[in-house]
């Protein structure tokens, strides 16, 4: 799990009138205010992140092959590490990403759903494993550390809070 | 403090909880409404989160439902439609907020708080009660929110070049993966 923290909001509230509070809270839950966040942290994650350590020799190996026989995301490069094959462990994460009103914070956390199994010369292969734990050993055990946001992507979703926020301060005018 | 007790049967799903205790002086509206809010929303993140009311993990999914749902069986959130997630409502007292279950939702919600699903009797082992709350520390966070709102006057004493010194602090924070 990772938090998107927006600081400062708490210290705002106390100084306005109760109808605003509330529709701010109403920022961490708004569907669309998520999917939007949810877009810039993933995009980001794809576009910038990389392990400094390069692959090795034989998982370049086992890339070319499963390259054969399954569609690669956009983002992905057979020369380096980053956190895309075929992009579904981050589009799990877009579509699991929570806001927290009491918090004042967004929450990325893999679901416990499945990845789906990659295709070989004959059929399936591997074992099942659900995002949250395939996430665990990318970032735990293979120093695949994707939890992370440029600047740029911080900047991104400051103006999109600010821009709720400045929407219900004009209300104050 | 230890908060008022659920009433769970098959018709009625609900928990008052006394504002007035819990913030030390009477709630005015919004404060009812924000508390409402929050705590339902607390509710829903810790439900989806597979943790009941005692913060612990709820019972397995069995094998066949945890493959019709494509999860694994420790996957555990309750939300499949997400209907019963969706089906809180309020009914405000005095100085109280009662949070309830919808009444079409109110079979599967008391199916999965008692472990009956469809049966007689309740089973414990296969309960999963992700309803309501038992301890007021439960609820902190949500009372400090709300307490923000204690004076609904104070709209005439907004300082407007403060508001602004206060907004442009506002800056995102980023807490890495912590497992």
Do not use: W
Request: overall charge positive; aromatic content about 8%; hydrophobic content about 35%.
């Amino acid at each position: 799990m990772a938090k998107v923290n927006v600081n400062g909001l708490n210290d705002l509230a106390k100084r306005l009138n109760s109808k605003i509070v509330i529709e701010i809270n109403k920022i961490f839950s708004n569907k669309n205010i998520i999917k939007i966040i949810a877009e810039i942290i993933v995009t980001d994650i794809k576009n910038n992140y990389e392990r400094i350590q390069g692959p090795s020799k034989s998982t370049i190996f086992q890339r070319i092959y499963l390259e054969k026989y399954n569609n690669t995301d956009k983002a992905y490069r057979r020369s380096k590490i980053k956190a895309v094959f075929t992009g579904e462990l981050l589009e799990d994460l877009k579509n699991n990403i929570k806001g927290s009103p009491t918090e004042k914070k967004f929450i990325l956390e893999h679901s416990d759903k499945l990845h789906s199994k990659y295709l070989g010369k004959s059929g399936l292969i591997g074992n099942n494993i659900s995002y949250k734990n395939l996430s665990k050993i990318l970032v735990n055990d293979l120093g695949i550390n994707y939890f992370a946001l440029t600047d740029k992507a911080k900047r991104e979703i400051n103006n999109i809070i600010k821009n709720e926020i400045r929407k219900l301060l004009t209300q104050l005018k | 403090m230890r908060l008022k007790r659920k009433k769970i049967s098959d018709s009625e799903i609900s928990q008052v909880f006394d504002l007035k205790k819990l913030l030390k002086y009477e709630p005015n509206d919004m404060q009812k409404e924000l508390f409402y809010n929050l705590a339902v929303d607390k509710m829903v993140q810790r439900t989806s989160f597979g943790l009941d009311v005692n913060n612990e993990k709820f019972p397995d999914y069995n094998l066949d439902y945890a493959n019709k749902k494509g999860v694994t069986e420790s996957s555990v959130d309750l939300i499949l439609t997400g209907k019963m997630l969706n089906s809180f409502e309020n009914a405000e007292g005095k100085n109280t907020v009662e949070i309830k279950i919808k009444e079409d939702q109110t079979g599967k919600a008391h199916g999965n708080i008692t472990g009956s699903y469809g049966k007689p009797r309740p089973v414990k082992s296969k309960a999963r009660d992700f309803f309501g709350f038992k301890n007021s520390d439960e609820l902190s966070d949500v009372l400090s929110q709300v307490d923000l709102l204690k004076n609904p006057e104070q709209e005439s004493k907004i300082d407007l070049s403060e508001i602004s010194d206060l907004f442009n602090r506002i800056n995102i924070g980023f807490e890495g993966f912590d497992g």
